[in-house]
């Protein structure tokens, strides 16, 4: 038989007994040795990587979710500050207009006018200068030949002024009436002034504070009577006008 080996010697590749029980504690006064590093080549010990088990995840929204969220409150500052300002324009807009239209309210002619009367209308003014009616034809050097009628024509000379500080589109002929004393109507014709002698530019817009004197032409029943006169500065049905009585 071959003699046992000591107790204190392994056989190779035999792992060494480890001792039991609880590790030695360090004297007092003496310094604990500093944690074991890892052996070389090994990474080196770490906490464990955010999400793990038993690690606390902080939440909260991306960096591109927050550069969305404050542009997005710096368009809703702009929109909201340029809705208080239009508002604020059209407000003070709005009181100018109305201060305006109600001094032209004011100013405006009441009643019925006369010949030679300035009567004021909203934007535009006009004054009756002189008519002759029971005219049968027309003619004037520029039209081809003369306008005949079965009934008689009436010649009104009018100056027309524009009081507004815009172009005034409602001045033309076709706004004017006529009105015999039968109480029928009769629109000025927008045609029959090509045919009278210097009957000025009833189509025209009257500039700002423009003043132009015109013929409007009226064609009426061969017995009728032209009684007054109805002027309109626009062209809205709801516009009064102002009245002017003939002689």
């Known amino acids: 038989m071959q003699p046992m080996p000591p107790a204190d010697q392994n056989f190779p590749g035999q792992v060494p007994p480890q001792p039991q029980g609880p590790p030695a504690m360090a004297p007092a006064g003496q310094a604990s ?4 590093s890892p052996p070389v080549g090994q990474p080196p010990l770490s906490a464990p990587p955010a999400g793990a088990p038993g690690q606390a995840t902080l939440v909260g929204p991306p ?27 059209n407000a003070f807009f709005d009181d100018e207009v109305d201060g305006e239209l109600g001094q032209r309210l004011q100013e405006r002619t009441t009643g019925e006018g006369k010949v030679g009367q300035k009567m004021i ?29 079965d009934g008689q024509f009436c010649l009104v000379t009018v100056l027309m002024e524009n009081r507004d500080k815009e172009n005034n589109y409602g001045l033309y002929a076709g706004n004017q009436l006529g009105v015999d004393a039968q109480g029928n109507t009769y629109q000025a014709s927008t045609g029959a002034g090509s045919y009278v002698e210097d009957a000025g530019d009833v189509y025209g817009v009257l500039a ?33 006008g102002v009245t002017v009585v003939l002689n």
């Open 208 to 240: 700002p504070n423009e003043k132009r004197t015109v013929v409007l032409v009226f064609e009426l029943e061969a017995d009728a009577t032209l009684a007054k006169l109805e002027f309109h500065d626009k062209s809205e049905s709801n516009d009064k």
């Open 33 to 36: 040795a500093p944690p074991m």
């Open 63 to 89: 960096p591109h979710s927050r550069v969305f969220f404050i542009v997005l409150a710096i368009f809703a500052g702009v929109f909201v500050f340029g809705a208080m300002l239009g508002a604020a324009a």
């Open 121 to 149: 209308d909203q934007t535009g003014a006009f004054t009756v200068e002189n008519y002759e009616c029971g005219l049968k034809e027309l003619s004037s050097s520029s039209s081809p030949g003369p306008l005949e009628t």
